[in-house]
């Protein structure tokens, strides 16, 4: 069996998989992530979207072993101390979930969008997150929650003093993969 | 019973954040596909290749010999304890039934259906073993659509069943109000539709899943249902266990839409595994396992004819559906078209109306509710017929509706199919839906491009709906021969440090009732909401409820849960005028404290009350040491939301592409909790209703094979496939119940199909395009303008 080393939700793991093994099955069975969910077996639906070196990608369609060296992160790592990820946030106060089953995938996906644009339009969140179904919401508040997480987002990249561990996974992110984003310009919300 | 809230903390009608989000959004869940256990053993099943097939032979050994394999089984190897899986709407008395075994023993009559199963330490050894079982059938004639089903000489479905030999037919269902003869025969206009309302996957987000574990003589399941309490009590019902030997628990269930309204083969199957294993099971679906074995919905063609005088008068309305069956009749199969048929009338007013249901078998996942369960088709037929009866007189498709719908000052009304709507004004909604929709000016702006000979039309589509939820009144249900009742408990109980713990029959997933129940027990015990706890789905925890469905939870469960908070009230008051040397009828209760009336004395909180009952030093003579209550709300009559939905669609007539851009929907839910709740569930609705529309179909080969069996290929919308909603509300409340709430659940859906594809076909119109089969896909829509243009049919003349 192929032997990996992966970083999860900031913890190294040292592991035997089976070479067949999907991420996702990984993730929830033999580290007990449950956090992430399976919701089809085609990529379709998103719902097991996770960080991998701050890319998205859909946990169901990556092999446990193609995680050797690389560093994921789970809906599970977005809070820190209790305090709620920006787009954790924007999700509750916009009631941008019913049933909840999409929603680690969707807010992980809707980093990763964040990531190569910081102040999208509704119509580019709205292409952005092609690749996540929901069921419950018609998507309409979903869209507002990204664009209300964007705007806090923007605004807490453009004063780096006031930085919270909050921000710690997209920030991360950036790091690793390219310049940091430019900040917001001007207004904050859209 | 308190009409209005008496403490004034104004929680009903806030739009407060849910309490459910917490552990949602942080990945704290607890799905059933979550739930470990020491031992647990994984289930997987092999599933037949074939739409109808006898089975010849099973051999499981090979697949005993797989690494990790605990025990494999045949249909054959349960047939004994398996019993029948239920049908608890047997719609008429010669209705044919047969037997459902969850896991088949001599035939197989639709693709999916489960013919035997591995037990194995795992989920990946169990799928391994499958390959190792043997199964030999012999193929027998699928049976595919409906209308070859019921001709002579066709294929049985179920041959020798004992009932209604030769024949497909289920069952047939008539009914007829009023001379409709002589309301079609006198009638100026009489205008003949098919329409076809396509099968649709429900597709809840959660997969479906099972997990069982033996107790002794008892028994545990954890499954991602609706109905936990309709499961126990079916399970006890199908497998002869005790009732009170199995605790059905649902966790956290992510979506449901009425796919989870069933007795499943799997639970059935888990618990008698669990039972002969001795150790916990887990079985949990793939996607396309669900896709082909969690039931299906919609699957009818409408013969709806409508008679009319010239000025728009609508005199007479006959039905004649054929309803896809499937194989089996499941949980509600039989009855969701006969929900339907007392919604075909619509909000209108008409002399005569006859409605005839077939019900039809085929070789076909069963079909069962999803979203709206029966409404949706009705409202579809009448929103659609009475459009092209408009276009049939050549006056405006509102103002036919206006001269025929019931008006504010009519209500209560009993309409021509039986049903007394109790509240609403259409009025109301539609000027609303008009002014923010600019109705005249899409019209104007629709005028200009038919003008100009623009390759992309506008089109304008219109529903004026209503609907029957809050199921259900118990009686009515029995004489519509459904086999339990519709009523719902809560349990209110004060703990002696004055928080509050709600126990409510309703089980939600998604919808929110953590936090509305909150909202509404804050306001009826002036308690603040973070002191209130809601529990539910667990049938040891919340032992009486009928659960969720049929937007019941909130008219039904939610009364309960304000009966109960009144029951409380009254133990209280007759406490504290005790502890306050007072008469019971001097005392006033507002914001969670009772006061003197008329005097200056110290006020007494429903608190402190709470702990003198439960220290019970010193209580009035022959009261309890406990301030706790519950009761069960029974509704005399269904719920009437209503509204006006409005649709703006552009179709491009070279390519055939539909794009929605702008919907308006003013709905008349009654009373609202919480209205974020409320228009995040008209935004859901209007998704699923929507995706009908243009979207979803279900669709099998002759053989019987399900085609659209993955998300790539069953298209469920994504963010990039619908537009924003213009939302607003009008309110007239329900007169049936203290809240004054009618639902919201199924509104969304119920609405937004015809008036999507009311825009298309209005769009087209010039072409002479009268009607477009759902889903109006680009292909189809494209078709239709060409074959539309090579009749000569187009009014649009040089184009």
């Known amino acids: 069996m192929p032997h990996i080393r992966v970083t999860v939700d900031g913890v190294s793991y040292d592991d035997q998989v089976e070479a067949r093994r999907l ?101 580019e969140i709205r292409e952005g997150l092609e690749g996540n179904m929901c069921r419950c919401t018609g998507y309409v508040n979903i869209v507002r929650a990204v664009r209300e997480a964007a705007a806090v987002m923007r605004a807490t990249t453009a004063a780096p003093e006031s930085e919270s561990r909050t921000t710690d996974v997209p920030q991360q992110v950036v790091r690793e993969q390219e310049p940091a984003p430019q900040a917001a310009s001007g207004g904050a919300s859209s | 019973m308190t009409m209005a809230p008496e403490s004034g903390t104004d929680q009903v009608g806030s739009p407060r954040l849910r309490k459910e989000d917490a552990r949602l959004i942080t990945g704290q869940t607890e799905w059933t596909d979550n739930i470990q256990q020491t031992g647990m053993l994984h289930v997987a099943f092999l599933r037949s290749p074939h739409a109808h097939a006898r089975i010849t032979s099973v051999d499981t050994s090979a697949a005993m010999q797989q690494p990790g394999v605990v025990a494999a089984y045949s249909g054959a190897d349960f047939a004994d304890e398996q019993g029948s899986l239920p049908c608890a709407w047997p719609v008429t008395e010669d209705m044919l039934l047969p037997a459902h075994p969850p896991m088949a023993v001599d035939e197989v009559r639709y693709v999916g259906e489960a013919v035997a199963c591995v037990v194995a330490r795992d989920a990946y050894s169990a799928a391994d073993a499958l390959e190792a079982l043997d199964v030999e059938f012999e193929p027998l004639p699928a049976v595919i659509d409906m209308e070859s089903a019921l001709a002579e000489d066709t294929p049985l479905v179920h041959e020798g069943s004992g009932q209604g030999q030769g024949s497909n037919k289920a069952f047939e269902w008539p009914m007829a109000v009023g001379d409709v003869d002589s309301a079609f025969e006198g009638a100026d206009i009489v205008l003949t539709r098919r329409y076809h309302q396509q099968r649709l996957i429900p597709a809840a987000m959660e997969p479906r899943s099972v997990v069982c574990r033996p107790d002794g003589d008892a028994f545990t399941l ?108 499941m949980l509600v199969t039989p009855g969701v078209p006969i929900l339907g048929a007392f919604m075909f009338p619509g909000i209108y007013k008409m002399d005569a109306y006859s409605f005839h249901c077939t019900g039809v078998f085929t070789t076909k996942m069963p079909t069962d509710a999803y979203r709206g369960a029966g409404r949706p088709e009705a409202t579809y037929a009448i ?226 009350v709470a702990l003198a009952a439960f220290a019970a030093h010193d ?120 809240l004054g709430a009618k639902g919201v659940g199924e509104a969304g859906t119920i609405a937004s199909t015809p008036a999507v594809v009311g825009a298309v076909v209005d769009a087209l119109r010039p072409f002479g395009v009268r009607d477009m089969r759902m889903p109006c896909t680009p292909q189809r829509v494209w078709r239709a303008v060409a074959e539309a243009r090579e009749a000569g049919r187009s009014e649009g003349g040089q184009r």
């Open chain 1, 23 to 123: 991420l996702v099955h990984y993730l929830r069975e033999q580290l007990g992530k449950v956090g992430t969910p399976v919701g089809c077996d085609t990529t379709n639906c998103g719902a097991c979207t996770v960080l991998m070196d701050g890319q998205s990608v859909k946990s169901c369609s990556v092999l446990a072993c193609q995680a050797d060296g690389h560093d994921i992160t789970t809906v599970e790592a977005l809070a820190a101390d209790g305090d709620l990820h920006p787009i954790q946030r924007a999700f509750h106060e916009t009631h941008a979930l019913q049933c909840g089953y999409c929603t680690p995938g969707m807010m992980m996906a809707a980093l990763d969008l964040l990531r190569d644009n910081p102040d999208p339009s509704d119509e």
């Open chain 2, 222 to 329: 954890w499954s991602a249902t609706q109905v936990p309490h309709i499961v126990r009590l079916m399970l006890a019902m199908t497998t002869g266990i005790p009732e009170h030997k199995i605790r059905v628990i649902a966790p956290d269930v992510g979506g449901g839409f009425g796919s989870k309204l069933q007795v499943t083969a799997e639970e059935v199957l888990a618990l008698l595994l669990a039972r002969r294993l001795r150790k916990p099971v887990k079985w949990t679906e793939t996607r396309t396992e669900g896709f082909q074995t969690t039931h299906h919905g919609r699957d009818q063609i409408q013969d709806v004819s409508i008679a009319a005088d010239s000025d728009g008068r609508i005199r007479g309305l006959k039905v004649d559906l054929l309803a896809d069956m499937g194989a089996y009749m």
């Open chain 2, 383 to 608: 929103e659609r017929i009475v459009t092209e009866l408009a276009d049939e007189i050549g006056m405006d498709p509102m103002e036919l509706r206006r001269r025929n719908w019931i008006t504010h000052d009519e209500f209560p009304y009993t309409g021509i199919a039986g049903l007394t709507y109790d509240s609403g004004n259409y009025e109301a909604a539609t000027d609303r839906a008009v002014e923010l929709f600019d109705y005249d000016g899409l019209r104007a702006e629709q005028r200009r491009r038919r003008e100009s000979g623009d390759p992309v039309q506008l089109g304008i589509g219109i529903s004026t709906y209503t609907e029957m939820c809050g199921l259900a009144p118990s009686r009515v249900l029995g004489q519509l021969s459904y086999g339990a009742g519709g009523w719902e408990n809560a349990a209110v109980r004060m703990l002696p440090t004055g928080k509050v713990e709600v126990v409510t029959g309703t089980s939600p997933h998604g919808q929110g009732h953590v936090t509305s129940w909150s909202q509404i027990v804050a306001d009826q015990l002036g308690v603040p909401f973070e002191d209130v706890e809601v529990l539910h789905g667990d049938t040891r925890v919340a032992p009486k409820g009928m659960d969720t469905y049929g937007s019941r939870s909130l008219v039904v469960g939610g009364t309960a849960v304000v009966q109960a908070c009144d029951r409380v009230l009254d133990k209280a008051r007759r406490l504290a005028a005790h502890m306050m040397e007072a008469n019971e009828d001097d005392l006033e209760f507002s914001d969670g404290r009772f006061t003197v009336r008329g005097t200056e004395r110290p006020s007494t909180s429903l608190q402190e």
């Open chain 2, 619 to 738: 209580l009035p003579e022959g009261a309890e040491a406990s301030l706790d209550a519950d009761a069960t709300f029974d509704p005399e009559n269904f719920s009437y939301p209503h509204g006006t939905h409005l649709c703006a669609v552009e179709v491009d007539t070279e390519t055939g592409q539909v794009s929605l851009r702008s919907y308006t929907a003013v709905d008349d839910v009654g009373t609202v909790i919480n209205p974020s709740i409320v228009d995040g569930q008209v935004h859901g609705g209007l998704a699923q209703g929507i995706a009908q529309a243009l979207f979803e179909e279900a669709v099998y080969d002759t053989d019987g094979n399900l085609v659209t069996s993955t998300m790539a290929d069953y298209t469920v919308p994504t963010a990039a496939d619908l537009p924003d909603f213009t939302l607003d509300r009008t309110t007239t409340p329900a007169t049936t119940n203290p």
